[in-house]
């Protein structure tokens, strides 16, 4: 089945710092996605992202298919950055979702 | 506004009693997920339905049941409600079955008490 794990499980820095995530997934993936949920509980889709590089502002993420690993980079750290990042692998059908990095953003 | 309407937004009710919990996806979007999330077990999927016909199941238990419309709005119906079913419910939307953008609605709180 499709497996998703990601690191680190927590993350507390000041604001202006850059942060990477990771994100591990099994051979089952055939497309990864990365989700900001807010401190309000909406969750956000940050990118569909199965393979290369895409940016957008301060964030970008790379996939690395081939060797089975996505990282989210969030640079110039901002406290509405604040929150749980979510990366979740689909394959036929259903995504599932890693367990989460929560990221807090300090003034 | 990511497009996908959920209703309500919260709702409390007590143990023993049935829910149904509404989704309406995303204009011109065929796929429609349902997401259970609880502080201990993390986002769960539990079922998905495109363009009416149940393509995906996950950690359903057999007290829920959904379906999808022919409008391709969503229903997800929880009975015998126990403690433990108290969680944040997402539904979301895609384009197709897989290989899409998918997009979350904002939740529907279900407390049971």
């Known amino acids: 089945g499709i497996q998703v794990e990601q690191s680190p499980p927590d993350l507390i820095l000041q604001e202006g710092a850059n942060s990477t995530l990771r994100c591990n997934f099994s051979?089952?993936?055939?497309?990864l996605q990365w989700f900001h949920q807010n401190p309000w509980g909406q969750l956000i889709n940050l990118f569909y992202?199965?393979?290369g590089t895409k940016q957008n502002g301060r964030l970008s993420a790379t996939t690395v298919a081939t060797e089975r690993y996505s990282l989210l980079y969030i640079s110039s750290s901002q406290t509405t950055d604040s929150g749980v990042y979510f990366c979740?692998?689909?394959?036929?059908?259903?995504?599932?979702f890693g367990q989460g990095t929560r990221l807090t953003i300090n003034p | 506004d990511s497009g996908v309407t959920q209703t309500p937004k919260h709702l409390i009710t007590a143990t023993g009693q049935r829910v149904t919990l509404r989704c309406s996806p995303r204009?011109?979007?065929?796929?429609v997920y349902w997401y259970q999330q609880s502080l201990d077990q993390g986002l769960q999927f539990l079922i998905q339905?495109?363009?009416?016909?149940?393509?995906a199941k996950g950690n359903i238990l057999e007290r829920f049941s959904a379906q999808q419309f022919p409008d391709l709005h969503s229903e997800l119906n929880l009975s015998s409600l126990e403690l433990g079913d108290s969680a944040l419910y997402f539904c979301?939307?895609?384009?197709?079955?897989?290989?899409?953008?998918?997009?979350f609605g904002e939740g529907s709180w279900l407390t049971v008490v």
């Open positions: 979301a939307s895609s384009v197709g079955q897989s290989g899409n953008t998918i997009y």
């Open positions: 051979d089952s993936v055939n497309n």
């Open positions: 992202i199965p393979s």
């Open positions: 979740a692998g689909q394959g036929a059908q259903k995504l599932v």
């Open positions: 204009s011109g979007d065929l796929s």
């Open positions: 339905y495109y363009n009416g016909e149940e393509r």
